[in-house]
């Protein structure tokens, strides 16, 4: 492995060791120094990669806004397709990368006041939920989801997806649900 490759590779390790303690310890109890002793680095070290404890915070927080915008919610035959398709590759994953989990907590404890703001005002500018209820409305229109409020049933969707990945971000042996289940908040009978 060369130097590039080696220095990536330190780089991730600090980012998912920093995503555990900030989940695990909280934001504003983890220190700088107990990332680098986790990964029994230095201090100097870790400033060497991140500058600051909000700037590891932030590039976190960035890491889960990216992963919001996919998929978009076109190519699908009908919208039902696009919440199915999208949370059966989610719980794959979830169950294949325990850190997924984590960056679904990390983002949601970034919008709460009192957190970095730069990583505030990131977190917030995700909207799965104003998103999502526009595909809703198509899906009420090709008759794949329900009939009602299509941003309560966004609502109802993306709050059970929130809750099952941090259940199981919380105890990994939780099984998860098959994705039809979740998907069945919104299908039309």
């Not at 600090?14 to 695990?24: D, G, M, P, R, W």
């Not at 229109?141 to 966004?154: F, N, T, Y």
């Not at 941090?166 to 042996?173: C, I, L, M, N, S």
């Amino acid at each position: 492995m060369g130097r590039k490759e080696q220095k990536e590779e330190r780089r991730q390790q600090i980012l998912f060791k920093a995503l555990e303690l900030f989940v695990t310890k909280g934001y504003q109890e983890t220190k700088i120094s107990d990332i680098a002793g986790e990964l029994g680095i230095s201090v100097g070290l870790l400033f060497h990669y991140y500058e600051s404890k909000e700037a590891l915070h932030y590039e976190l927080v960035k890491m889960g806004v990216e992963g919001t915008k996919y998929p978009n919610g076109t190519g699908f035959e009908k919208a039902i397709d696009y919440f199915a398709g999208f949370l059966k590759v989610l719980l794959e994953t979830v169950k294949t990368n325990p850190w997924v989990s984590q960056i679904f907590i990390l983002t949601s404890q970034a919008r709460r006041p009192g957190m970095p703001e730069e990583a505030r005002k990131l977190a917030m500018t995700i909207d799965q939920i104003g998103f999502s209820a526009k595909v809703v409305e198509k899906g009420q229109k090709d008759g794949s989801i329900r009939e009602g409020d299509p941003v309560a049933l966004s609502a109802a969707f993306w709050c059970s997806v929130q809750g099952i990945v941090e259940q199981h971000a919380y105890d990994g042996t939780l099984p998860l649900p098959e994705a039809d289940w979740v998907t069945d908040i919104l299908r039309r009978r």
